[in-house]
């Protein structure tokens, strides 16, 4: 098994550009989910979905959409970035949301937008 | 408000002398409880989680956690530190109702031979 893999592992953006940052998983997990990690702050929720065609909010979705079109796809759109969205973004899967079990991480997307 | 709070910024500690990352957490429910560590420019690992049962937790690398009920606290500890065992921890909470995973701003163990 690859885990939980992330595209790409760095990008430069200018204020304003839209991308996409790819997440994948194939241990047929149903929950997925975004974070950010900034310094000081621990990992903050972006999104995150429960299954195929299921997203909902974190605690800091402003600025981001995601769609859940396959088990094994999440990936994470950031609209018109902003110097504020200048973090490391790690894509995240566990079996189930709401029982007891571990999240499995990315190696995580350095973003820079200047 | 659910929270996770690690007290400490840094964790200093001379190799081979016994470590402790410290955790306190508030959530609602019976707690479900996570110790992840990440070292430099990698993805979060898993190192053990609390979700029932034996409040003495054995996980990876030679990693324990011991949960605390009544002091809502979950510090991770190992008996005898490793130079390989510097990274960032994590902990994490969530309540066994429901709710988001939530995770303290992380501690950062420095070991020194």
């Known amino acids: 098994n690859a885990g939980v893999t992330q595209t790409p592992k760095f990008q430069v953006l200018k204020t304003g550009q839209s991308m996409t940052l790819q997440c994948a998983q194939d241990m047929n997990h149903e929950y997925m989910s975004w974070y950010r990690q900034d310094p000081g702050m621990g990992l903050r929720l972006i999104h995150y979905?429960?299954?195929?065609?299921?997203?909902d909010q974190g605690e800091v979705p402003n600025g981001y959409n995601v769609s859940r079109s396959t088990t094994e796809d999440f990936p994470l759109r950031l609209l018109s970035a902003a110097p504020s969205q200048t973090s490391v973004y790690f894509c995240a899967s566990s079996p189930d949301r709401d029982r007891g079990y571990e999240q499995y991480f990315g190696p995580g997307t350095r973003l820079t937008v200047t | 408000a659910q929270s996770v709070a690690q007290p400490e910024d840094q964790v200093n500690v001379a190799e081979g002398n016994p470590l402790t990352v410290k955790c306190t957490y508030s959530v609602s429910g019976n707690p479900y409880l996570f110790w992840y560590v990440q070292y430099p420019n990698r993805g979060l690992q898993f190192l053990l989680k609390?979700?029932?049962?034996?409040?003495l937790v054995k996980g990876s690398y030679g990693f324990e956690a011991e949960f605390n009920k009544s002091q809502t606290s979950f510090h991770l500890k190992k008996p005898s530190a490793l130079v390989s065992d510097s990274a960032l921890y994590f902990c994490?909470?969530?309540?066994?109702?429901?709710?988001?995973?939530?995770f303290g701003q992380g501690t950062e163990l420095s070991v020194k031979p």
């Open positions: 979905s429960v299954g195929a065609g299921i997203t």
């Open positions: 609390y979700i029932t049962g034996d409040n």
């Open positions: 994490a909470a969530r309540g066994n109702q429901g709710g988001k995973l939530i």
